[in-house]
């Protein structure tokens, strides 16, 4: 399960642990978000002069779990079911006080890195 | 075939958009308009389900209809609304509670997409404000993947809006009552790859009721009753592919719309192959098409022929949306799967007008999917 969660869906047991999930997979589904959502609960720019498309997909990451995700490509072009993938942390928007607000995502493997790296892992849970 | 629950009045107040009306206003108009076509008072009613996601808490109804001390029960149960109210209302008559009671619909929402309150779905702030949790982006991803293992193609998704707003023009309940070409389906703005604006319904108002009563009463109210032989609702199961999903078990599950055809075809003792028409779930076009399938009227992936050979046309071998579906209708939740029930009822009284199934239909499907992973079914026979 992506994220982690007290109870476990298959098994209807209550004791589970987190574990860190890898960072590479492959796309298993994929579209572009073309209008602004909805704020809230959508903290990111709405405005048509600002709102940026963006990808959302689903990266199955090997023997773990399918973890949906924004994904740094929003050109259907770029995008096919079965392509590998890598974590990433990228910014989202701005908070009050100025701080970047930032989320993960995943990026096309090999693709020119505009975005920095984190050190951070995702976090899932699975039986105990 | 069970035939002991029978519809024997139905109401529906028109979906779209109406400034003037409240929600509850459009369930009030329905209520009044089953009763007079089946030649009953409010006062003769024994009990009512009422469902509204949006609209209000349907038992204060009564204060406009009559404050006759009915038994009156709210169900809440998202997209199967209507469909638990159903279920809710056959149930309390085949356990012989009572013998005559209505099921209510109706619902009111803003305009644009469904507005998801992620902790209400039990999820994190984090998944809205991020950019997900769009009900949307579920639809778009399901049937992008779909496409790619089944071969369906987007002149297919087209071929399926357009069928909905012909079908649509021909029904005065109905929201969008234009016809549009495949070509404007199309070109109209992609919201959610690879779905267009014309591919998706839209949230909506409107009202539906239907008046139930044992089945060996029915001709005291009417001399064409319709008869309910299944009505089923199932959430989702480990592995399946649902809306507002942070995540995906490896491991594959057919999803509940499998799970409640299989029961409902089981219940009513027939299968698809005696099915005659079906209003099946279309949030988007892809979603008539996957429904399709799901609900065992196909094999994944022969719906691409179906569809170009006209087949789900109300003329064709299998009707599918005959009063234009949600695409055309809009979806006001509550009221969303009451409205494929007044249809198939209409259908089968013989009394959908312009749009009338030829060859005298006898039996007849509906089937509602949504948020957060449920979908319910009915199978309608005359």
Redesign the interface.
Known sequence: ???TQSGC??CTGSSTETVELGRRGTL????????P??A?????ATDPAHFQP?G???V?LP????????LTVAD?DQLS?GMEMELVVIP?TTDADGNEVM?FAFRPVGEAASQETSDQESK?SANA | MRDDVAIVGIGMHEFGRHDDLSGMDQGVIAVRRALADAGLKWEDMQFAFGGSAAAGAPDTMVSQLGLTGLQFINVANGCATGGSALFSAYNTIKAEVFDLGIAIGFDKHER??F????RGAGL???????????TT?FF???I??YM?EYGITQNTLAKVSAKAFRNGAQNPMAWRRKPLSEEEVLES???????TQYMFCSPGEGGVALILARADKAHNYTDRPIFLNATVVRSRR?GSFEVL??????EHNAGPTVDASKAAFEMAGIGPDDIDLAQLQDTESGAEVMHMAENGFCEHGEQEQMIQNGETEIGGRFPVNTDGGCLANGEPIGASGLRQVFENVLQLRGDAGIRQVPNEPKTAYTHVYGAPGISGVTILSR
Do not use: C
């Open positions: 399960m992506f994220p869906p298959k298993w589904t994929w579209t572009v978000q073309g209008f959502p909805k809230p609960p959508f903290i990111g963006f959302v997909g689903y199955e023997g773990e779990v399918k973890v949906e995700a924004r259907p079911i989202l989320t899932g | 644009g997409a507005r998801v309150n992620t994190g702030d984090w998944y809205g404000a991020s950019g997900m949790a769009l982006q778009g991803m399901k992008n993947r790619h703005a992609m919201l959610s790859y690879p779905l480990f999903a942070p995540s995906i078990a490896l």
